[in-house]
């Protein structure tokens, strides 16, 4: 289980990262490796760089955890390392390799791959075999950062998606969007949570929900943060947007 609305499990391969942009700034993922790592949790007792990383958050792989999915009995949508980047540039191109055939040899489960590193990602695109049941994105936080979506056209997956949380200014999806065909086939916008949360402008969400409506695009609105991310709700305009793409099994 997991408290990420829009998947229903999560895999992590590999665990730490460090912060690229604006949108990394109050990363969730940071603060809970420096918890789990007070713990004594064996995956997160590797330091990253304090200057962009943190305690416990330095970028490991994990072989042993690559069993995981198939053991899981029932399928599921699984969300591929939420504590980490798996096209970070200290993760080999042999172990996504490796990722990427777990993620095909279990067909039953439908993978989600999110990244902030979309040129890396694109880059390796032709070497890598993409499984059918692999949705890949990238995160946009703001019209600066929409150059990774450019870049995940670029990148042969069954589903492209967006990830628009923390959502910090406005984004135009035209460049991108393509009328659902080919381009962009799904959208995710929330915002920030935590105790420095960055407040989201209700503009900024239904610029992205007309926008996917109008180009027939599934949109999913996660939250509108706060303190605790449920502190402010879920429903836009009275709405709960709970869309997604087609799931092929």
């Given at each position: 289980m997991t408290g990420i609305e829009w998947t229903e499990a999560t895999w992590n391969p590999v665990t730490g990262c460090d912060?690229?942009?604006?949108?990394?700034?109050?990363?969730y993922a940071l603060t809970m490796a420096k918890r789990l790592k007070a713990m004594g949790a064996e995956k997160y007792q590797n330091d990253g760089d304090p200057r962009t990383s943190g305690p416990g958050f330095g970028v490991?792989?994990?072989?042993?955890?690559l069993e995981i999915p198939r053991r899981w009995r029932t399928p599921k949508v699984v969300f591929v390392n939420s504590m980490s980047d798996l096209f970070h540039a200290?993760?080999?191109?042999?172990?996504?390799?490796?990722?990427?055939?777990?993620?095909?040899?279990?067909?039953?489960?439908?993978?989600?791959?999110l990244?902030?590193?979309?040129?890396?990602?694109c880059r390796l695109a032709d070497r890598l075999a993409w499984p059918p049941n692999l949705w890949m994105g990238v995160s946009v936080e703001d019209q600066n950062t929409l150059d990774r979506a450019r870049h995940l056209l670029e990148i042969p997956a069954a589903v492209r998606f967006?990830?628009?949380?923390?959502?910090?200014?406005s984004v135009d999806l035209s460049a991108v969007a393509n009328n659902g065909t080919g381009g962009i086939g799904w959208v995710i916008a929330g915002g920030e949570s935590g105790p420095a949360a960055r407040p989201i402008r209700p503009e900024w969400a239904r610029a992205l929900r007309d926008q996917c409506g109008a180009a027939g695009i599934p949109f999913f609105f996660k939250q509108w943060g706060g303190r605790t991310p449920k502190q402010n709700g879920r429903h836009l305009d009275g709405v709960i947007w709970n869309q997604y793409p087609v799931r092929q099994r």
């Open positions: 912060r690229v942009s604006a949108g990394c700034d109050h990363c490991t792989m994990h072989p042993a955890a200290r993760v080999p191109e042999s172990f996504i390799t490796e990722v990427f055939e777990v993620i095909d040899s279990t067909p039953q489960h439908t993978y989600q791959v990244t902030k590193r979309a040129l890396r990602a967006l990830s628009c949380e923390p959502l910090l200014g």
